[in-house]
């Protein structure tokens, strides 16, 4: 790998972006939707987040504008809606990368000496397969479509998933679902009332390092105000999970049986990382492709490939909004490191 060194002359890049208006996912997240920490402690290199003056942490809302007032701030050079559809070259340094990519005018092909891929996960949701689930009549939806209670109101609902978004998602449903039923693999783990999005970074930053146990170590479930709210008083509990779906409900390998109208898969994300599909040769760990040990936005197959925000694997707390900046400066100087190796050779 390149050396990083001090560049003069500031690199020319764009960005592209498959969404037809700035903001990322957090134009999608429900109403009640909150980040784990305070704003100050929640912003991007350079520019603080504006501070939040409603009650807990600032919303998606918020956090969306503050994305949108960022990009101008900064003048960033971001077309959209522009979606990625390929990369050739990797492996072979003879010459450039070429990303093919979809747009309104039609295909487009861009040559670059590297490739940042930072496309997240939001738009790979996760459905696990349970039997019964093609049977059941009522609706289902995942977080990534969840838009707020409104629609369920008076229904009975089941969520699925120990996470933070089922932990929400139950919370915000609890006082307007006729019934509604939080079905998690295991008991549910609370943080500490106290800690929120910074111990997590700084966790997994430690663990990283080699120095801690990491995020997992502390538990699973931030608990914001609103989920304190629903444990605490209105008496927020979870259930196992149902053994199958049938067309009117669920069943558990008890024997018991709900009737459902709805179920909300609160299962997580993976990378979205379709773009890639075409490297059949690129190295892969755990699922995902596979970079750097002490460099780990870098792909292990070609340096000009970089990765930014799609969990520890390529950054401590890449995918947060208080990690990302760390990962981001590392691609940065990767960037330059690899076009200026090529200048100078």
């Known amino acids: 790998m390149r050396l990083n060194r001090r560049r003069e002359v500031p690199l020319s890049f764009e960005v592209l972006d498959d969404r037809a208006h700035p903001g990322g996912a957090w134009q999608d997240g429900w109403p009640s939707l909150e980040l784990f920490s305070p704003a100050a402690y929640s912003s991007l290199p350079g520019w603080p987040m504006p501070p939040w003056r409603g009650a807990g942490n600032p919303s998606a809302a918020h956090v969306r504008d503050y994305l949108i007032a960022y990009e101008q701030r900064y003048d960033l050079p971001v077309r959209r809606p522009v979606t990625v559809t390929g990369i050739c070259g990797v492996g072979d340094t003879s010459g450039p990368l070429v990303v093919q990519a979809d747009q309104p005018q039609g295909r487009t092909e861009r040559r670059a000496q590297v490739v ?68 998690t693999q295991r008991p549910p783990r609370y943080l500490p009332n106290d800690v929120d999005g910074r111990a997590l970074f700084e966790a997994a930053t430690q663990a990283v390092a080699g120095h801690g146990g990491g995020v997992a170590g502390l538990g699973d479930i931030v608990a914001v105000p609103s989920v304190r709210h629903a444990r605490d008083h209105l008496g927020l509990r979870s259930t196992t999970m149902p053994a199958r779906l049938t067309a009117s409900g669920a069943c558990w390998a008890d024997g018991t049986e709900r009737a459902l109208d709805a179920v909300i898969w609160c299962t997580g994300f993976r990378p979205a990382l379709g773009h890639l599909r075409g490297l059949h040769g690129l190295p892969r760990t755990n699922g995902h492709p596979a970079t750097l040990q002490d460099h780990r936005v870098v792909s292990s197959d070609d340096e000009r490939l970089l990765f930014v925000g799609y969990g520890d694997w390529c950054g401590p707390a890449s995918a947060t909004l208080i990690g990302v900046g760390r990962a981001a400066k590392d691609a940065a100087d990767q960037a330059a490191a690899v076009v200026d190796g090529l200048v100078d050779g």
């Open 116 to 183: 940042v891929n930072a496309t997240g996960s939001w738009r790979r949701p996760f459905w696990p397969t349970v039997p019964g689930m093609r049977d059941f009549a009522g609706t289902q939806r995942h977080t990534a479509d969840y838009a707020g209670p409104s629609s369920y109101d008076g229904l009975r609902v089941l969520v699925v998933g120990g996470g933070n978004s089922g932990a929400q998602v139950a919370a915000d449903l609890l006082p307007v679902a006729r019934e509604l039923t939080w079905a």
